[in-house]
C-alpha cells in the first residue's frame, strides 16, 4: 500500500520536475515516509509550475505611473458631525447586537523579532497589568460587546508554526473571560517556496519548505479551514479584519462598522491615518486604473508622494492602517477567485539530500497574496481617516520606529486621554474584610475603565492600623481637610476578640470616631430607594434622610467601673481654679458610670449643617432629643437649634416653604412611623447610630443607604453605612463566589466622585458619578439584583447575580450609557 502511494506520487512530482523530494525516501522511517507524502499531498506541483513562469518573467504588476493614479478622498472621521458619528455608532451596535459582525484578526506572526520566542499575540507589551497583545484585543472587544450587548465571534488565523501555542496561551488565559464558544483558530495556508531552478526544498527529509502564503490568503484559508460556510450560516454579514500587532486597534469598531453599513454603495471600508511626511513607510490609499487600491511606499511615484493640493495638504495622504470590514457576499465572492500571488525574490534555506545538511542559496521566489490587492476587486471602497495616536500603534521591533517601546507609550497615552480626568485628588481610606474586597473590585470593574482616579491613599486597614499605632487615621483625616473630599471603606472597630484575631498590639478606637472627632460635623444617611424594594413601613412613600451629629456624646465618653461604696462626682475645675462637684452616685453595690460631653460650638454646627441641608434639598426638619430627662444637655442642644433657627434660617426657610420644629425623640419615632416621609431627621450622635439603622433596614437594607459626613468647614467623607460583613469574607475566603450588596459602597466612591466633580467644576466627572448610579438602580429595577434584595424584591422575575456579576454588569450599562 504504501510503496504503491510512493509510486503515485513519484509519478506525479516527475511530471513536474520534483522529484527529488522524494530523495532517500527509503532511509525514512515509517512514520517519517507517511508525513512526507502527507505534506507532498498537500501541495500543489502543478499551481507552482505556474508560479514559477510567472517568477520568471517577475511581473510585480508593472511600475506604476503617476498618470494611472487618481486620489481616493477618505471621510475624516474628526470631521463627522456629532448626530452623524452617533447614527453610525448607533447603527453599528445594532448591528453587533443583532448578531451580524465576526472580526478576523490575523495572528500567524512569531514574536521573533521582539525577542519573543511565541506567538507574536502573545508578546507581553510590558504594560503595568503585563497585558499581552491579545488580551489587549479581548478587553477592547470586550468593551464593546458589553455596550452592544452580544458577544461577537472572533476568528483568530493563526499559522502552522504558532497554531498549538496560540491556542493553548488562550485556553491557559481562560480565554480572557470571552466565551471560548465565541473563538475560533484556524491556520492560513501554506505554500513552498522554489529555488531558481523553480524546485520545491524540504525543510527536514520529511517535511516540506513552507511559508505562510501571505495576509490575502486570508480569502483562501478561510474557505478551506470551512470558516466562510460557517459565517455565512451564522447570518454573519459583516467581517472585520485586522492585524495582531497594533495594540490601539479598535476591535469591532461600532462606527467603523456603521459608516459602511450605512453606505450602500462600498462593498468593503478601511481606516486610514494622514502620512506625517512624503517618506512615511505605509501604502497609500488611492485609485489605479480607476479602481480603488493600495500602492506600496516603494512603489508610488515620487511626484504623487510629495503632492499637495492648495490648502497645503498631501494628495496621496491616506495610509493604510491594516483595519477593514468587508461586507459578507464581498468575503464569498473574494474566496471564491483569490488573489494573485506577488513574487519576492528571497534568500532561501533548506535542506539537502546530498549532504545531509541545511544549505542557502540566494535567488530564490517566495510568493504571497496581499489583502490590499482585494481592493482592486471591488467597485467601490470607502476609505475612514482616523487619528494615527488613536489607532496606530504597531509592534514590529523592540526599539526605534514600530517598536514595542513606541507601542507601550503610546498606549498608555491613549488610555490617559480617554479616560475622565480628575485635577484634585481624592483622599482613599481602604477598609477590611469583605468591603476591602468590593473596594477593590469597585474600583476595577467600575471606576477605573472610565475614570484616571487621582487619589491620595490611605490604608486603614486593622492591620496598617496597628502597625503604624493608628496614625494613618489621623494622617487621612488631616488629608481630607487639605484635599475637602474624602471616601472611606468600612473598617474593623477592634473588640477583645478581633484583638486576638488580628493580633493587635492595642484595642484600636473606633476609625469613624476618630475621623469625626478630627473633622466633626454631622454624618447624613439617606436610603437608595429602587423600583422593586418596598418599604416595610407601607406608608412611606419618599425618603427619610438621618441627619447624625458626629461628634462627642457616648463616642468620646469616659465610662468606668465603680466597685460597691464608691462615689461619682461630677467636677467641673474653671479657669479660676474654683470648683463644683455634682454627686452622681454613691454606690451600695458594684456599678458603672458614664462621663460624656459635647460643646457648644459643635453643635451650633451640627445646626447649621441641618438647616443647610434641608434649605438644600427643600426638606422639613426634625429635631429630636430628651429634654425632659436631660434637661442641661439636650436642652442646650434644643436651644441652641431654635436660637440659630430665629436669628439665620427663619426667613429663608419660610421662603422655601418649609418648616423646622422640635420634638422628644420618643414622639419623633411615633410620628416618623406615622408619616409619609421626606422630611430630614437631626439626630443626637447615638440616636443616628441606631434610628439610621432602622431606617435602613425598614427601607430595604443597610447596603441601600448612602452616608456622608459634612464639616463645618464643607469638607466631605463618603462611606457606606454597613460594616465589614465577616460572614461574607470568610466565604470568599474559601474561594466561593458571594452575593455580597456593592451598591452603598459604590455610591460612597460616586458620591465622592460627583462631589470632587462639583467643587473642581468637572461636568464629565459629574455625570460619569451620577451615571453609574442610574445605572446601578436600573439593573436592580430590572430585576438582576445581589441576594439581599432578592429576598425582599416585589419583582417577579429576579435573577440572584454574585458580586463580580453584578458590578460588571453596572459596567457594562454605564458603557452602554456613555457610548465607550
Ligand atoms: P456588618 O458588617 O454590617 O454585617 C452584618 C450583616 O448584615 C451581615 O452579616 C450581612 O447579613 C448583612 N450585610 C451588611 N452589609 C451587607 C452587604 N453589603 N451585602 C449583603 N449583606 C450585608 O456588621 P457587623 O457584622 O456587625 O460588623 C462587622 C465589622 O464591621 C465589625 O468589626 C465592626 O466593627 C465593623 N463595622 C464598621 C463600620 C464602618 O466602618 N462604617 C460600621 C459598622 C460595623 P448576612 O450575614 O445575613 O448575609
Ligand atoms: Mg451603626
Known amino acids: 500500500m504504501a510503496d504503491n502511494r510512493y509510486e503515485q506520487t513519484l509519478e506525479r512530482l516527475s511530471a513536474y520536475g520534483q522529484e527529488h523530494l522524494l530523495d532517500g525516501f527509503r532511509t525514512l522511517s515509517e512514520a517519517e515516509r507517511e508525513r512526507l507524502l502527507d505534506d507532498i499531498d498537500g501541495a500543489d506541483p502543478a499551481q507552482m509550475a505556474e508560479l514559477y513562469q510567472k517568477a520568471l518573467r517577475h511581473q510585480q504588476g508593472g511600475e506604476v505611473s503617476a498618470a494611472e493614479l487618481t486620489p481616493l478622498v477618505p471621510v475624516d472621521a474628526d470631521q463627522l458631525p456629532a448626530e452623524e458619528r452617533k447614527r453610525l455608532t448607533d447603527l453599528g451596535l445594532a448591528l453587533i447586537k443583532a448578531g451580524k459582525l465576526a472580526v478576523l484578526t490575523m495572528a500567524g506572526g512569531q514574536g521573533t523579532r521582539l525577542g519573543h520566542d511565541g506567538p507574536k499575540g502573545t508578546f507581553d507589551l510590558g504594560l503595568p497589568s503585563h497585558k499581552s497583545l491579545f488580551e489587549l484585543h479581548c478587553d477592547r472587544l470586550r468593551q464593546v460587546c458589553g455596550i452592544a450587548g452580544a458577544y461577537v465571534p472572533w476568528y483568530i488565523m493563526t499559522s502552522e508554526l504558532n497554531h498549538a501555542a496560540t491556542v493553548e496561551f488562550f485556553r491557559e488565559s481562560n480565554w480572557f473571560g470571552y466565551p471560548a464558544d465565541k473563538i475560533r483558530f484556524f491556520p492560513q495556508t501554506m505554500i513552498t517556496p522554489l529555488t531558481p531552478d523553480g524546485r520545491m526544498q524540504r525543510e527536514t527529509p520529511s517535511k516540506l519548505l513552507k511559508s505562510p502564503n501571505g495576509n490575502g490568503g486570508m480569502f483562501v484559508s478561510l474557505k478551506k479551514q470551512g470558516c466562510l460556510a460557517e459565517l455565512q450560516e451564522e447570518g454573519i454579514e459583516y467581517l472585520m479584519v485586522t492585524g495582531v500587532d497594533n495594540c490601539l486597534i479598535k476591535m469591532a469598531d461600532p462606527l467603523f462598522l456603521g459608516a459602511l453599513a450605512a453606505d ?181 470593574l467600575v471606576l477605573e475603565p472610565f475614570v484616571d482616579l487621582n487619589t491620595e491613599y490611605y490604608d486603614l486597614s486593622v492591620q496598617n ?283 460612597a466612591w460616586t458620591g465622592a466622585l460627583a462631589k470632587r466633580g462639583e467643587l473642581d467644576g468637572n461636568a464629565e466627572l459629574v455625570d460619569f458619578a451620577l451615571t453609574v448610579e442610574r445605572q446601578t438602580l436600573a439593573l436592580i429595577a430590572s430585576g438582576r439584583m445581589t441576594g439581599d434584595l432578592a429576598l425582599l424584591t416585589t419583582l417577579e422575575n429576579k435573577t440572584v447575580l454574585n458580586l463580580d456579576e453584578f458590578l460588571s454588569e453596572v459596567a457594562a450599562l454605564t458603557a452602554r450609557e456613555l457610548n465607550k
Open 465 to 747: 492600623r496597628d502597625a503604624t499605632e493608628d496614625r494613618v487615621t489621623v494622617e487621612s483625616a488631616l488629608a481630607t481637610k487639605k484635599h475637602g473630599v474624602a471616601v472611606k471603606c468600612a473598617t474593623i472597630t477592634p473588640n477583645a476578640a478581633r484583638v486576638q484575631e488580628y493580633n493587635l498590639h492595642k484595642q484600636w478606637k473606633s476609625p469613624n470616631a476618630t475621623i469625626r472627632a478630627i473633622l466633626d460635623g454631622t454624618v447624613f444617611r439617606a436610603p437608595i430607594l429602587v423600583d422593586g424594594i418596598t418599604p416595610l413601613v407601607p406608608g412611606w412613600k419618599k425618603p427619610i434622610v438621618i441627619a447624625r451629629h458626629a461628634y462627642g456624646d457616648v463616642y468620646a465618653a469616659v465610662d468606668v467601673k465603680v466597685p460597691a461604696g464608691g462615689k461619682a462626682e461630677l467636677v467641673i475645675t474653671r479657669p479660676d481654679g474654683s470648683e463644683t462637684r455634682s454627686v452622681v452616685k454613691a454606690f451600695d453595690g458594684d456599678g458603672i458610670v458614664l462621663g460624656m460631653h459635647n460643646t457648644d460650638a459643635s453643635v451650633a454646627n451640627f445646626a447649621r449643617a441641618c438647616f443647610n441641608y434641608a434649605l438644600d434639598k427643600k426638606l422639613d426638619l426634625w429635631f429630636s432629643a430628651k429634654d425632659t430627662i436631660l434637661k442641661v444637655y439636650d436642652g442646650e442642644f434644643r436651644k441652641i437649634f431654635a436660637d440659630i433657627y430665629e436669628n439665620e434660617y427663619k426667613t429663608k426657610f419660610e421662603a422655601a416653604g418649609i418648616g423646622y420644629f422640635y420634638t422628644l425623640v420618643d414622639d419623633a419615632i411615633a410620628r416618623v412611623m406615622k408619616s409619609e416621609g421626606g422630611f430630614l431627621w437631626a439626630c443626637k450622635n447615638y440616636d443616628g447610630d441606631v434610628f439610621s439603622d432602622m431606617l435602613a433596614t425598614a427601607f430595604g437594607s443597610l447596603a441601600m443607604m448612602t452616608s456622608v459626613l459634612v464639616s463645618p468647614e464643607g469638607y466631605y467623607e463618603f462611606e457606606a453605612a454597613h460594616g465589614t460583613i465577616p460572614r461574607h469574607y470568610h466565604k470568599y475566603l474559601r474561594g466561593e463566589p458571594t452575593s455580597t450588596n456593592p451598591v452603598a459602597t459604590l455610591f
Open 264 to 444: 450602500n454603495d462600498a462593498e468593503a471600508i478601511a481606516k486610514s491615518y494622514l502620512k506625517r511626511g512624503p517618506a512615511e513607510k505605509s501604502g497609500i490609499f488611492c485609485y489605479r486604473g480607476g479602481r480603488p487600491c493600495v500602492v506600496e511606499y516603494t512603489e508610488i511615484p515620487q511626484e504623487c508622494a510629495v503632492a499637495t493640493d492648495a490648502a497645503g495638504n498631501y494628495v496621496y495622504g491616506d495610509c493604510n492602517l491594516l483595519a477593514y470590514v468587508f461586507r459578507m457576499d464581498t468575503v464569498a465572492k473574494l474566496c471564491e477567485t483569490g488573489m494573485e500571488y506577488h513574487v519576492a525574490v528571497k534568500k532561501l534555506k533548506y535542506y539537502d539530500p546530498a549532504t545531509g545538511a541545511q544549505t542557502e542559496q540566494a535567488g530564490g521566489y517566495k510568493f504571497e497574496m496581499f489583502l490590499f490587492d482585494a481592493f482592486r476587486a471591488l467597485r467601490s471602497l470607502k476609505v475612514l481617516r482616523v487619528k494615527r495616536e488613536d489607532e496606530f500603534a504597531p509592534v514590529k521591533n523592540l526599539t526605534g520606529e514600530d517598536s514595542a517601546e513606541l507601542a507601550r507609550k503610546m498606549y498608555v497615552e491613549y488610555m490617559k486621554k480617554n479616560k475622565i480626568q480628575m485635577q484634585t485628588p481624592l483622599v482613599e481610606m481602604d477598609g477590611d474584610e469583605m468591603t476591602r474586597v468590593i473596594w477593590a473590585k469597585i474600583k476595577g
